[in-house]
Structures are given as structure tokens and as C-alpha cells.
């Protein structure tokens, strides 16, 4: 088993920055994927972005494309999203994904076996 706990979440203005972190514990060696997803209220959960801990390969969502960055320290089994110029239709609640497969579509909800519970963010106008 494997959990994954996420903080950092909060109000901020737009604008304005926040870190995200996510610690995953229990049976972590072997995965290869972790990624930050989001929901919004009544809207589907989607990806934000993720990264393969062979090679630091980073991956990301258009929407959020120069403004956030995920990186991460496979030693700590801990992965971390700096959101940067941050926007009203930011306003989510983001979750920590993990993956144990190496070749997935990182974009997709069904390819991660374990997830956080998630932490609000909400940005004002």
C-alpha cells in the first residue's frame, strides 16, 4: 500500500504564488510516475502536470505552461508543484498521483494506482 499526503493548499490572490508538496509513504520502490492533477467543482478531474523519475522528465498541461513547475526528489519519494501567476480558473482542489507503470499516457486519471486526498487552492480576483 501507498499513501500520499499533500499540503500547501490555500487562499492566495491572482497573481499571487503557492508551493505545493506531496510525501508519498509505505510501498513506494518500483514507481515510475507522479503527477498533480485538479478538480473544480462540477467539472471533471484533469492533469496539471507530472513527472518520470527516470530522466527528471517533466510534463504539463498547456493551461499551465510557463507559470507552474513540477520537480521532485525520488529519494524522499516527494514531488512539489510552485504555482507562479496564479489565475481565478486555478481555483481547484489538486491532487498527488503515483504510478507504478513506465509507459503510460501521463494525461490520463486511470493510469495512476494511488492518490492523495487532495488540497484546496482557491485564487480572488
Known amino acids: 500500500q501507498v499513501q500520499l499526503a499533500e499540503s500547501g493548499g490555500g487562499l492566495v490572490r491572482a497573481g499571487g504564488s503557492l508551493r505545493l508538496s506531496c510525501v508519498a509513504s509505505?510501498?513506494?520502490?518500483?514507481?515510475?510516475?507522479m503527477a498533480w492533477f485538479r478538480q473544480a467543482p462540477g467539472k471533471e478531474r484533469e492533469f496539471v502536470a507530472g513527472?518520470?523519475?527516470?530522466?527528471?522528465?517533466?510534463y504539463y498541461a498547456d493551461s499551465v505552461k510557463g507559470r507552474f513547475t513540477i520537480s521532485g526528489d525520488n529519494a524522499k519519494n516527494a514531488v512539489y508543484l510552485q504555482m507562479n501567476s496564479l489565475k481565478p480558473e486555478d481555483t481547484a482542489v489538486y491532487y498527488c498521483?503515483?504510478?507504478?507503470?513506465?509507459?503510460?499516457?501521463?494525461?490520463?486519471?486511470?493510469?495512476?494506482?494511488?492518490w492523495g486526498q487532495g488540497t484546496q487552492v482557491t485564487v480572488s480576483e
Open positions: 498521483a503515483l504510478s507504478f507503470s513506465l509507459g503510460i499516457k501521463v494525461a490520463l486519471v486511470t493510469e495512476y494506482d494511488y
Open positions: 513527472i518520470r523519475w527516470s530522466g527528471g522528465v517533466t
Open positions: 509505505g510501498q513506494t520502490v518500483g514507481s515510475h510516475h
